[in-house]
C-alpha cells in the first residue's frame, strides 16, 4: 500500500504532529518583507499556527483544515512564545 504524503512526513520527521479536521477561530495574514506571515487560531488550543506564503490566501477562518506541523519558540517583545510551525495546511 502507498503512503500518503502525510505518512512520508511523518515517517522522515518524527517531531511533527499531524491534526485533522480542526476548527480555525481565527486567521491573520500580516506583510513581513517579501512573504505574508499567517497565523491561525485553532479551537480549544492556546497556542498560534504560524505559516509563510508569497501570496494573500483567502480567509481559513470558520474553516475545517488538516495540518501538519511541530512545535517552535518564537522571541516576541523580550519573551520566548511557545507556537506551532505549520508545514502543511488543507481544507478538511
Given at each position: 500500500?502507498?503512503?500518503?504524503?502525510?505518512?512520508?512526513?511523518l515517517t522522515n520527521?518524527?517531531?511533527?504532529?499531524?491534526?485533522?479536521?480542526?476548527?480555525?477561530?481565527?486567521?491573520?495574514?500580516?506583510?513581513?518583507?517579501?512573504?505574508?506571515?499567517?497565523?491561525?487560531?485553532?479551537?480549544?488550543?492556546?497556542?498560534?499556527?504560524?505559516?509563510?506564503?508569497?501570496?494573500?490566501?483567502?480567509?481559513?477562518?470558520?474553516?475545517?483544515?488538516?495540518?501538519?506541523?511541530?512545535?517552535?519558540?518564537?522571541?516576541?517583545?523580550?519573551?520566548?512564545?511557545?507556537?506551532?510551525?505549520?508545514?502543511?495546511?488543507?481544507t478538511a
Amino acid at each position: 500500500m502507498a503512503k500518503s504524503p502525510v505518512d512520508k512526513l511523518l515517517t522522515n520527521h518524527p517531531d511533527l504532529t499531524h491534526s485533522n479536521d480542526v476548527k480555525v477561530v481565527s486567521h491573520v495574514q500580516r506583510e513581513k518583507d517579501e512573504w505574508y506571515i499567517n497565523t491561525l487560531m485553532i479551537d480549544n488550543i492556546s497556542v498560534p499556527f504560524t505559516y509563510k506564503r508569497k501570496k494573500l490566501y483567502r480567509s481559513l477562518k470558520g474553516a475545517r483544515v488538516n495540518l501538519t506541523y511541530y512545535p517552535a519558540t518564537q522571541q516576541l517583545a523580550g519573551l520566548d512564545m511557545e507556537i506551532m510551525k505549520v508545514v502543511r495546511v488543507r481544507t478538511a
